[in-house]
Nanobody
Framework: QLQLVESGGGLVQPGGSLRLSCAASGFTLDYYAIGWFRQGPGKEHEGVSCISRSGKTLNYAESVKGRFTLFRDNAKNTVYLEMNSLQPEDTAVYYC?????????????????????WGQGTQVTVSS
């Protein structure tokens, strides 16, 4: 069974950090671009970041640039989203998704329809 599982969410104070993980089972992440999306309370889905199959292309939403870092560890079949300087507006359920794009250096979070597999999400709450 093909599955993505997110972990690493939790409660953190403003200015704190979390590292989210997106682990795959049943398939190899090497062949997929990986995107992270989030949905905050009362908000629409927002694309946060993505990394291409090759790892050469990284894209970040303006709201997280300079604070979030996305990287992949193919040996562990896992992609990580390092989140620093967290603010209350980062509170959301975070989802990872896999896009079996044919293009090794391509990724986008402009559209969710590109993505073939989705995890169940992990809650991140930023509050004092």
């Amino acid at each position: 069974q093909l599955q993505l599982v997110e972990s690493g969410g939790g409660l953190v104070q403003p200015g704190g950090s979390l590292r989210l993980s997106c682990a795959a089972s049943g398939f190899t992440l090497d062949y997929y671009a990986i995107g992270w999306f989030r949905q905050g309370p009362g908000k629409e889905h927002e694309g946060v970041s993505c990394i291409s199959r090759s790892g050469k292309t990284l894209n970040y939403a303006e709201s997280v640039k300079g604070r979030f870092t996305l990287f992949r560890d193919n040996a562990k079949n896992t992609v990580y989203l390092e989140m620093n300087s967290l603010q209350p507006e980062d509170t959301a359920v975070y989802y990872c998704a896999a896009d079996k794009t044919r293009y090794a250096d391509f990724c986008t979070v402009q559209s969710r329809t590109n993505y073939d597999y989705w995890g169940q999400g992990t809650q991140v709450t930023v509050s004092s």
